[in-house]
T-cell receptor, first 113, second 113 residues
C-alpha cells in the first residue's frame, strides 16, 4: 500500500515571503509520480506541479518549486513571493503503477496581507 | 471544451434513498475516477476506470457502484444512502492514466439526512 503524509494541518505566511509545505510518502514502486494540487475556496482542484520519480532534477513552475529527496521519501513544495491568491488548501499526491492516486490530508495555507 | 462536468452541484437525500451522480468529460481521456473529500481526510479514491468497460475499486468502494459504457461518462451510484456518505464528491479524468495531470470536476456536495 502507498501512503502520503502531510503532518502540518495549517500554515500562515506574510505576503511576498517564502513558505515551504512538507510531504512525506511511502511506496514500494520504483517508478512513480508525485504531485501538488491546490484547492482554493472555490473548491476547484488545480495542479500546481508534477515530479517524475526517475528524474533527479527538481520540478519548477514559476514561483513554485519542489525539493524532491527520493531516498528520504520527501517531497516539499516551496512557494516564493507568496501572493494573496495562494491562499488555499494544498494536497500532496502519489501515483504508482497500481493505477491509484493517493492524496495526503492536505494543509491549509493562509497568506496575510 | 467543457472539461469535466458534474451534476448536480448540491443534493440532499434521506437515508435509504438512491441516486446517481453524473460525470462527463469531453477530452477523450481514458482514465476516470471518483473521490470523496471529507474534512481532515483529504481525497479518498472510491472507484476508477482505465477505459470503457473497465472499472475497479479504490480505497472506499462500499455503498457505491460505477459503470463505464462510454469513454465520456462515468456515473457514480449510491445504492442506499447513509449519513456516512455525506461528503463532497469529485470526478476526475486524465490522458493515459495517473502519470499525467488529473482534471477535476467542480464537485457535488451531498448531504444525507
Amino acid at each position: 500500500a502507498q501512503t502520503v503524509t502531510q503532518s502540518q494541518p495549517e500554515m500562515s505566511v506574510q505576503e511576498a515571503e517564502t513558505v515551504t509545505l512538507s510531504c512525506t510518502y511511502d511506496t514500494s514502486e520504483s517508478n512513480y509520480y508525485l504531485f501538488w494540487y491546490k484547492q482554493p475556496p472555490s473548491r476547484q482542484m488545480i495542479l500546481v506541479i508534477r515530479q517524475e520519480a526517475y528524474k533527479q532534477q527538481n520540478a519548477t513552475e514559476n514561483r513554485f518549486s519542489v525539493n524532491f529527496q527520493k531516498a528520504a521519501k520527501s517531497f516539499s513544495l516551496k512557494i516564493s513571493d507568496s501572493q494573496l491568491g495562494d491562499t488555499a488548501m494544498y494536497f500532496c499526491a502519489l501515483a504508482g503503477a497500481n493505477s491509484k492516486l493517493t492524496f495526503g490530508k492536505g494543509i491549509t495555507l493562509s497568506v496575510r496581507p | 471544451n467543457a472539461g469535466v462536468t458534474q451534476t448536480p452541484k448540491f443534493q440532499v437525500l434521506k437515508t435509504g434513498q438512491s441516486m446517481t451522480l453524473q460525470c462527463a468529460q469531453d477530452m477523450n481521456h481514458e482514465y476516470m475516477s471518483w473521490y470523496r473529500q471529507d474534512p481532515g481526510m483529504g481525497l479518498r479514491l472510491i472507484h476508477y476506470s482505465v477505459g470503457a468497460g473497465i472499472t475497479d475499486q479504490g480505497e472506499v468502494p462500499n455503498g457505491y457502484n460505477v459503470s463505464r459504457s462510454t469513454t465520456e461518462d462515468f456515473p457514480l451510484r449510491l445504492l442506499s444512502a447513509a449519513p456516512s456518505q455525506t461528503s463532497v464528491y469529485f470526478c476526475a479524468s486524465s490522458y493515459q492514466g495517473l502519470a499525467n495531470e488529473q482534471f477535476f470536476g467542480p464537485g457535488t456536495r451531498l448531504t444525507v439526512l
